[in-house]
Nanobody
Framework: QVQLVESGGGLVQAGGSLRLSCAAS????????VGWFRQAPAPGKERDFV??????????YYADSVKGRFTISRDNAKNTVYLQMNNLKPEDTAVYSC?????????????????WGQGTQVTVSS
């Protein structure tokens, strides 16, 4: 089992940058694929896939909306996955959560992840 804690969210102006961290506790974190998801503050809005990275970092996927602006990476020695977010836009405003699944495949749907952090708020002002 693994526990996840996100940090790094905050308020930033459009065009700015933030780096989110997802710190994991528990053994064998290197055996988990990790995804970042976000949920915008709108009624009925679902949790959307943002980026995912396999347990070795060899497979990385991004949502089309963040390609070229966001970068996901991991440091298994530190049990941490990062999401570097550049050129932020107001539409990136959301609660960002990291999730883990004990498998080598990156999945883009939230139901396929077993462990979740509590989320961190990212607000981008125009």
């Amino acid at each position: 089992q693994v526990q996840l804690v996100e940090s790094g969210g905050g308020l930033v102006q459009a065009g700015g940058s933030l780096r989110l961290s997802c710190a994991a506790s528990g053994r064998s974190f290197g055996s988990y694929t990790v995804g970042w998801f976000r949920q915008a503050p709108a009624p009925g809005k679902e949790r959307d896939f943002v980026a995912g990275i396999s347990w070795t970092g060899g497979r990385i996927y991004y949502a089309d909306s963040v390609k070229g602006r966001f970068t996901i990476s991991r440091d298994n020695a530190k049990n941490t996955v990062y999401l570097q977010m550049n050129n932020l836009k107001p539409e990136d405003t959301a609660v960002y959560s990291c999730a883990a699944r004990r498998d080598m495949l990156v999945k883009t749907t939230s139901l396929q992840y077993d462990y979740w952090g509590q989320g961190t708020q990212v607000t981008v002002s125009s």
